[in-house]
Nanobody, 125 residues
Framework: VQVMESGGGLVQAGGSLRLSCTAS????????LSWFRQSPGKEREGVACIDRRGSSTHYADSVKGRFTISRDNAKMTFYLRMDSLKPEDTAMYYC???????????????????WGQGTQVTVSS
């Protein structure tokens, strides 16, 4: 199984970025998918989750209304669109995949079996 992020970079506050995550070697359409992030000195936190069908999404309070998670099963890829970025969004962003339906704790790392290596997002003020 391979899970790989792309799309990070440096952006000014108020700008936008779209992260992509491609997963291969797993039953993509049967996987719940999420984005996590980790800033220096902080624990990794759940940012957004999308269920297997793409009909249900969850977001951390800090990103609600600014970030959008989506998936394209045909491309085995999911996305995180980030708008109105703030300096506090600066972090390493990780994508994660878990098999089957998630157990309700979408923000818990143990819900996910497969992880990407991370892509850096830096928002300048």
């Amino acid at each position: 199984v391979q899970v790989m992020e792309s799309g990070g970079g440096l952006v000014q506050a108020g700008g936008s970025l779209r992260l992509s995550c491609t997963a291969s070697g797993l039953t993509f359409e049967n996987s719940h998918l999420s984005w996590f992030r980790q800033s220096p000195g902080k624990e990794r936190e759940g940012v957004a989750c999308i269920d297997r069908r793409g009909s249900s999404t969850h977001y951390a309070d800090s990103v609600k209304g600014r970030f959008t998670i989506s998936r394209d099963n045909a491309k085995m890829t999911f996305y995180l669109r980030m708008d109105s970025l703030k300096p506090e969004d600066t972090a390493m962003y990780y994508c994660a995949a878990g098999l089957g339906p998630y157990g309700g704790r979408w923000y818990a790392e143990d819900e996910y079996k497969y992880w990407g290596q991370g892509t850096q997002v830096t928002v300048s003020s």
